[in-house]
């Protein structure tokens, strides 16, 4: 990673989902899907599924500061999953689809609890935001087959039904971020 790019680390329900939407973000240099914030060490899709290694599905950025802010990345993050629900996101229960941001650095932590603070005082969720702000740890990239999934699959049901839609959304919404 270049000496101007930040890295920061999201979980937001399926990788598939999140990963679709950040490709396509302005500023966002790299997306690569993982597994972060477990127990276990190095552990795959099968054991994560499990719900028992701790680890949340995640997608790690690495961002250009210069053109895109982290506070613009995190409101791009909660317009695109729901942070009110404990390890769900629509059909997808577990611990591994909780809502998490996992920092690199305290400035990010600053952030991300800032972000957090001023949308439960605004009233947008009816709900308590369940986010955890932690910070990264045993992260690990998924299988080769997880990365770019919605790129090399976009008539797969899943893809289409939830994927799609929050693409479509960020589109609509941060028009001003979609890369050209």
């Known amino acids: 990673m270049s000496d101007s790019l930040q890295s920061i680390t999201l979980g937001g329900g399926c990788f598939w989902c999140t990963e679709a939407v950040f490709v396509r973000v302005k500023g966002i240099e790299d997306v690569e899907s993982g597994y972060s914030n477990g127990q ?4 795959g899709y099968e054991q994560v599924c499990t719900g028992t ?27 695109i999953h729901d942070p009110t629900t404990l390890n769900r996101q629509g059909n997808d229960i577990g611990t591994q689809y909780r809502s998490g941001i996992y920092f690199s650095n305290a400035e990010q932590e600053a952030v991300a609890r800032d972000l957090i603070r001023e949308m439960g ?19 690990g990239p ?6 770019d999934f919605f790129e090399k699959n976009p008539g797969q049901g899943y893809c289409v039904a ?19």
């Open 162 to 180: 939830v994927a799609a839609p929050k693409v479509a959304r960020f589109r609509q919404t941060f028009a001003r971020l979609v890369k050209p």
């Open 121 to 139: 005082r605004s009233g947008i969720y009816s709900r308590p935001i369940v986010t955890e702000v932690l910070p990264v740890r045993n992260y």
């Open 142 to 147: 998924a299988e080769d087959y997880h990365q």
């Open 53 to 79: 290694t701790g680890h949340n599905e995640v997608v790690k950025l690495a961002f250009d500061p210069a053109q895109i802010t982290l506070r613009e990345i995190l409101e791009i993050f909660f317009l």
């Open 40 to 43: 276990a060490v190095r552990p």
